[in-house]
C-alpha cells in the first residue's frame, strides 16, 4: 500500500511569514494525526482528527496554527505567522481505527524560520 | 503528568555485544508502551508493543509496573540496528501517544 505522502518537504521562510503543509493518508485510515518535532525531541502531537472531526487539539497553538480535514482524507497545518521557535519538522502520521496504536509516518516537513 | 524518559541520548554498542535501551514512564493508570524505531533516511515506525510480547528483529521489552519502566533488550546486536529509538506510551487504545526524546543506537564494528 502506498504510505503517507506529506508536502513540501522542506521550507524555509522568514518570522512573521504564512506557511503550509500538505498530507495525504493511508487510504482508508479514518485518523490522522501532525505531530511537531523539534531537533533532539520527541514527536509531539499538535492535532488528532477522527474522519473530519479534530479528537485532540490540545496542544495545537491556536493563536498562530490552524490545521483542516474538510472531507476526512486530505489535511492541511496552516502556520501564520510563524516564530523563529516553530522551526522543527512536522510529522503526518495516519493509522486506522482498528489499530490506533499503529501509526504510519510520512516523511516529515523540515521548515525553517529565519 | 504523563511522561516518558529516556535517560540516554547516544548509545553505543560494539556488534555482537547485547543492547539495552532505558526506558522510564509516569502515568497514573495501566498504560500501553511502544517502542518505535528510525532508521537513516526512513520514516519512523513501530517496532514492538508491551501487549504483543513478541520479538521484532530480535528485540524484546519487558514492562516492569513495579520499577514504571520498558527497557528494550537485544542480546546479541548488528550493524542494521543503528537508528534512533523512541519509546512511547498511551493510556488507552483511543488516546493520544507521548513520545520520549529518543536515545540513538550506534552500533560499533
Known amino acids: 500500500e502506498a504510505g503517507v505522502a506529506q508536502s513540501p518537504r522542506y521550507k524555509i521562510i522568514e518570522k512573521r511569514q504564512s506557511v503550509a503543509f500538505w498530507c495525504n493518508p493511508i487510504?482508508?485510515?479514518?485518523?490522522l494525526y501532525w505531530y511537531q518535532q523539534i531537533l533532539g525531541q520527541g514527536p509531539k502531537l499538535l492535532i488528532q482528527?477522527?474522519?473530519?472531526?479534530?479528537?485532540?487539539d490540545s496542544q495545537l497553538p491556536k493563536d498562530r496554527f490552524s490545521a483542516e480535514r474538510l472531507k476526512g482524507v486530505d489535511s492541511t497545518l496552516k502556520i501564520q505567522p510563524a516564530k523563529l521557535e516553530d522551526s522543527a519538522v512536522y510529522l503526518c502520521?495516519?493509522?486506522?481505527?482498528?489499530?490506533?496504536?499503529?501509526?504510519?509516518f510520512g516523511p516529515g516537513t523540515r521548515l525553517t524560520v529565519t | 503528568a504523563q511522561r516518558v524518559t529516556q535517560p540516554e541520548k547516544l548509545l553505543s554498542v560494539f556488534k555482537g555485544a547485547p543492547v539495552e535501551l532505558k526506558c522510564n514512564y509516569s502515568?497514573?493508570?495501566?498504560?500501553?508502551l511502544f517502542w518505535y524505531v528510525q532508521y537513516s533516511r526512513q520514516r519512523l515506525q513501530l517496532l514492538l508493543r508491551?501487549?504483543s510480547r513478541e520479538s521484532i528483529k530480535g528485540f524484546t521489552a519487558d514492562l516492569n509496573k513495579g520499577e514504571t519502566s520498558f527497557h528494550l533488550k537485544k542480546p546479541f546486536a548488528q550493524e542494521e540496528d543503528s537508528a534512533m529509538y523512541y519509546c512511547?506510551?498511551?493510556?488507552?487504545?483511543?488516546?493520544?501517544?507521548?513520545f520520549g526524546k529518543g536515545t540513538r543506537l550506534h552500533i560499533l564494528p
Open positions: 502520521a495516519s493509522s486506522s481505527l482498528a489499530f490506533s496504536y499503529e501509526q504510519y
Open positions: 487510504s482508508g485510515h479514518a485518523t
Open positions: 482528527f477522527q474522519n473530519n472531526g479534530v479528537v485532540d
Open positions: 502515568y497514573s493508570g495501566s498504560p500501553e
Open positions: 508491551h501487549i
Open positions: 512511547a506510551l498511551s493510556g488507552s487504545r483511543d488516546d493520544k501517544i507521548i
